[in-house]
């Protein structure tokens, strides 16, 4: 792999048009089979049923699968800029694992029912107390590596309490609806809960964009970060709440999807090099682009059941996260 | 003439040890001061808390005259670069990148401007790597990725340069001309303070030689004044006999008894 660092906004204009591509490429795609110049002409005007279809159903949908996985992209490059570590991702905090109690809390306690921006924002909300929980237990203090361990702790307790909220479900349909947020889904998704979702992911993505050179500093160690003229507890905090942003606004939109994260910034580093002040917007264009990947390729296989897209994701990005594991290294010298 | 840096009675304790004990040291322009001293005697630790990594206990860290905690940290590293002893490199980077985060305090890490390039440039060719500028870091050679963060810690081209062991780990050829090198940049008016074992390359290239023992300063002065069989079995726990040949301290260093 040789690096070309100045191939950066190269590699940022092909993925932002594949981007642009695959949304397109999605709207084509649907239990209705609608002819390609119908999609076309239904996307741009019409208020017939085939342009509701692509606007109001397919066009949320892929959208929605694809900003779920930018902010995934977006925040685990952030999390392995800060970490130094190719294996840190949302997960590793605990802030996944946090956003999915909330949305389940909220499905839980029938706020779901009350309004629509109930679980969302409940997602959201844990998203981001879990940020303030780990700076209160000395995130911007401690090192990374007890960080990493709070947040290994974090995970642990809200995946217990999200196993209670499944044991306590008061009848199947409520376990269903828990299950659809566990698993993670983009069918029927709405542009409301794009735009709901939309700031949070805007506001976190700027936050880490803002802390791209403490990132580059950081990769000489934490100490020379420091004696290089870094702010390293603005980076941290600006890295940390961005993640906690960016991970609220995909659990909102998509329930809690894995591996996207690792994955994402991973191939990013292949096309665009390892500086990880360089890979912040690669990766997120790449993680859009795998979710809205997969959640074509999901409506394409010829099951009854349509399979969910965090399935789909853990079943491409379990194996991937095994390969990054397998074959990065740390190098210290 | 005020001094670069001054440490004034410095103090350092940590987790309840005494580190440092009421060590005080002007450096001024032009100075290359080799610390030496046997292992846990302090050196990091000075090296540490003149870089501002390390709240001293008591005492007070000036550069340019200036209290170091008054100074951002973007105008300290702007006065004073520091190379550690543990040299990690997180990500594959090329070894340009990794010195051009030596001008991260002129903005470089978001735009690198002409001076940034041309310091980069110098750095690399100064320190022997400029053969291998575009390599990444993980396919060099201890010694190569050793000039490159010499290159980076020269990037700065910061008035005071302190460096945790420059010359650790590296072939004779290679340390005599680092040393050589730090000795340039003192007699470019630079303030270069570096921690060193070899002490007939420290007693050969250094303007001036501190010793520090458990924690304080046993020693200050000229090479010659200050390498001195007495001290080197106090400090060293080693017999030495020296000769001043040539202007060269010639060290021949035994074990005691």
Redesign the interface.
């Given at each position: 792999?040789?690096?070309h660092?100045q191939n950066a906004p190269r590699v940022v204009f092909i993925l932002a048009l594949a981007s642009v591509s695959i949304v397109l490429l999605s709207l084509f795609i649907g239990p209705v089979s609608i002819p390609a110049a119908k999609v076309v002409s239904g996307l741009i005007a019409g208020d017939d049923a085939i342009a509701v279809i692509i606007r109001e159903i397919r066009l949320p949908r892929a959208l929605a699968a694809w900003l779920a996985g930018a902010c995934l992209g977006a925040a685990g490059a952030g999390l392995q800029g800060l970490l130094?570590?190719p294996l840190a991702d949302p997960g590793v905090l605990g802030v996944s694992a946090a956003a999915a109690l909330g949305a389940i809390m909220a499905i839980y306690f029938n706020l779901a029912a009350l309004a629509f921006w109930a679980t969302p924002i409940a997602a959201i909300l844990f998203a981001l107390a879990a940020t303030v929980l780990l700076y209160a237990l000395g995130a911007g203090r401690v090192s990374t590596a007890r960080l990493i361990l709070i947040g290994v702790g974090l995970s642990s307790f809200c995946g217990a309490l999200i196993s209670l909220a499944m044991n306590l479900a008061p009848n199947p349909f409520a376990l269903s609806d828990l299950v659809n947020w566990l698993f993670g889904t983009v069918a029927n998704r709405s542009i409301d809960d794009l735009a709901l979702a939309a700031p949070f992911a805007g506001l976190g993505l700027a936050l880490v964009l803002l802390s791209?050179?403490g990132l580059?500093?950081?990769?000489?160690?934490e100490?020379?970060a420091?004696?290089?003229?870094?702010?390293l507890a603005r980076a941290r905090a600006f890295v940390v709440i961005g993640a906690a942003l960016l991970v609220g606004a995909s659990v909102s939109v998509a329930g809690a999807i894995g591996f996207v994260g690792i994955v994402a910034p991973h191939l990013a580093r292949a096309f665009a090099?390892?500086?990880?002040?360089r890979i912040l917007i690669p990766s997120a264009l790449l993680g859009g682009i795998m979710l809205a990947g997969a959640d074509i390729f999901i409506r394409i296989l010829p099951f009854d059941q349509e399979l969910k897209l965090g399935v789909a994701a853990a079943l491409i990005g379990a194996p991937g996260f095994i390969w990054v594991a397998a074959t990065s290294?740390?190098?210290?010298? | 003439m005020t001094a670069l840096l001054s440490l004034e009675n410095i103090a350092c304790r940590i987790d309840g040890a005494a580190i440092l004990e009421d060590a005080s040291l002007n450096a001024g322009a032009g100075e290359f001061i080799g610390l030496v001293g046997p292992n846990g005697a302090g050196k990091s630790t000075l090296l540490?808390v003149a870089?501002?990594?390390q709240k001293p206990t008591t005492g007070v860290c000036r550069i340019d005259g200036a209290p170091a905690m008054t100074l951002?940290?973007?105008?300290?590293?702007?006065r004073?670069?520091?190379l550690?002893q543990?040299?990690?490199?997180?990500?594959?980077?090329?070894a340009r990148?990794?010195v051009a985060?030596?001008r991260?305090?002129w903005g470089a890490?978001?735009r690198e401007n002409a001076e940034d390039a041309a310091a980069v440039t110098q750095a690399l060719q100064e320190a022997g790597a400029a053969a291998f500028a575009d390599r990444?870091?993980?396919t060099l050679s201890?010694g190569e990725?050793a000039r490159v963060h010499l290159a980076?810690l020269l990037a700065g081209r910061t008035p005071i340069i302190l460096a945790d062991e420059p010359v650790a780990a590296l072939d004779p050829a290679h340390q005599l001309s680092v040393m050589k090198l730090l000795r340039a940049k003192a007699d470019e008016g630079r303030s270069v303070i570096a921690a060193l074992h070899e002490l007939p390359l420290a007693a050969r290239y250094c303007t001036r030689m501190i010793i520090l023992h458990k924690g304080r300063i046993a020693a200050d002065g000229a090479p010659a004044d200050v390498v001195t069989p007495a001290v080197l079995r106090d400090v060293f726990d080693v017999n030495a006999n020296i000769d001043l040949v040539s202007d060269v301290l010639r060290i021949h260093l035994d074990p005691l008894g």
């Open positions: 792999m040789k690096d660092p130094r570590n791209a050179p580059a500093a950081l990769t000489l160690g100490e020379t420091a004696s290089l003229g870094a702010n090099g390892q500086n990880p002040a290294r740390r190098m210290t010298s | 540490r870089a501002g990594l951002s940290p973007p105008e300290r590293a702007r004073l670069s520091w550690p543990a040299r990690e490199v997180a990500w594959a980077m090329t990148e990794i985060l030596g991260f305090a890490a978001q990444l870091a993980h201890g990725l980076r």
